[in-house]
């Protein structure tokens, strides 16, 4: 296979989030701006694994204007085989993505996912196999390195061993998690070495920004996950600034509707989530860091007790005195953080 898509294209992809890029999730943002292509919240290959039915059915009933990869993340190789031939099952299924970045300690502990960017010879092995066994597309999803990016050179040529169809790299090592600035000059030096496509991820927080990477890096993409939470219309932004044409700036009450989607969706899971305040929560942190400078929102929306005084904080900050027709920020503001646990602001 090859990948799909040109190297000219500049192609958008939304990065696989754990417990949010569900099929609802999707639904929501193609309704604002669809991604070229998704990857699918990971499939966790093990001796007793299953694919997950909730994850299937994001990949095989997401809306036609995006196309969805699955993912693995295991370290397994006969698993890994095994689960392949299960995939198979499936032939809509087109796109097989490996995981080799995610850097939750619970994760790179069990020597998965960012955790195996510390055994070179196991990332040929197990890129060798899925490229063996795996007809359609074949990426990987990867980080600079684990600890420092010094041996990024040789994790490269591991993963490009496999002949994969196109790589994204995540600018940051596992242990920087999502912190600090990314290097670009990596995913520049992966474009001029590896001999395929290669997707920028970390920080695509903007279309200008993504502008600047493209320019940059000569990458064919760029991959954003935490900013299209933040920000649903990214996808359609970067498409028609890199047309050269007027970028879609939503307002206030633009975000407001978009939340109300986030609720609808967040209530299909109300049989399997006590709270579903929090889990509205948990993408309005994102949001919040692009409506008021100072955080009065951010600070005010977490503080809210139960889903009836969340919306109205909501409301308050995004339809009422006028808000309502004020620009939603194109980017986070550079003093908001989303994580709660980072915040500092003024009693």
């Known amino acids: 296979m090859s990948a799909p898509f040109g190297l000219n294209e500049k192609v958008t992809f939304l990065a696989p989030m754990q417990d949010i890029t569900d099929r609802g999730f999707i639904e929501i943002l193609c309704g604002r701006g669809a991604p070229d292509f998704c990857i699918a919240e990971y499939f966790r290959i093990h001796e007793y694994f299953e694919l997950s039915p909730h994850i299937l059915d994001t990949i095989l009933n997401s809306p036609p204007e995006t196309r969805v990869a699955a993912q693995f993340i295991g370290e397994n190789v006969e698993h890994i085989k095994r689960a392949i031939e299960a995939l198979k099952f499936y032939p809509q299924v087109r796109m097989l993505d490996l995981n080799l970045g995610c850097p939750a300690p619970k994760i790179y502990r069990k020597n998965v996912g960012g955790g195996l960017l510390r055994d070179v010879q196991k990332i040929m092995e197990i890129a060798e196999a899925i490229r063996q066994h795996w007809d359609g597309v074949f990426s990987v999803k990867m980080r600079i390195g684990f600890e420092s990016s010094d041996n990024f050179g040789e994790l490269l040529d591991a993963v490009c061993s496999a002949?994969?169809?196109?790589?994204?790299?995540?600018?940051?090592?596992?242990?920087?998690?999502?912190?600090?600035?990314?290097?670009?000059?990596?995913?520049?030096?992966?474009?001029?070495?590896?001999?395929?496509?290669?997707?920028?991820?970390?920080?695509?927080?903007?279309?200008?920004?993504?502008?600047?990477?493209?320019?940059?890096?000569?990458c064919a993409g760029v991959m954003c996950g935490r900013h299209a939470v933040r920000n649903p219309w990214i996808f359609r932004q970067i498409k028609e600034l890199a047309s050269g044409r007027e970028i879609y700036r939503p307002k206030l009450c633009d975000v407001r509707e978009y939340i109300?989607?986030?609720?609808?969706?967040?209530?299909?899971?109300?049989?399997?989530?006590?709270?579903?305040?929090?889990?509205?929560?948990?993408?309005?942190?994102?949001?919040?860091?692009?409506?008021?400078?100072?955080?009065?929102?951010?600070?005010?929306?977490?503080?809210?007790?139960?889903?009836?005084?969340?919306?109205?904080?909501?409301?308050?900050?995004?339809?009422?005195?006028?808000?309502?027709?004020?620009?939603?920020?194109?980017?986070?503001?550079?003093?908001?953080?989303?994580?709660?646990?980072?915040?500092?602001?003024?009693?």
């Open 260 to 347: 109300d989607d986030l609720l609808r969706n967040c209530l299909t899971l109300k049989d399997s989530i006590k709270h579903i305040d929090s889990r509205l929560k948990k993408f309005i942190n994102f949001i919040a860091t692009g409506v008021d400078e100072r955080g009065e929102f951010l600070y005010h929306m977490r503080r809210a007790r139960g889903l009836d005084d969340l919306l109205k904080v909501c409301d308050r900050y995004l339809l009422e005195g006028g808000n309502s027709d004020k620009p939603f920020a194109l980017d986070a503001y550079p003093n908001l953080c989303s994580r709660p646990n980072h915040e500092d602001f003024p009693k």
């Open 163 to 218: 002949s994969p169809d196109f790589i994204t790299i995540h600018a940051r090592t596992v242990k920087q998690l999502y912190r600090g600035k990314p290097d670009y000059g990596a995913v520049a030096y992966a474009v001029g070495r590896a001999g395929v496509p290669i997707i920028a991820n970390g920080d695509i927080s903007s279309a200008e920004k993504a502008m600047e990477v493209f320019k940059s890096t000569g």
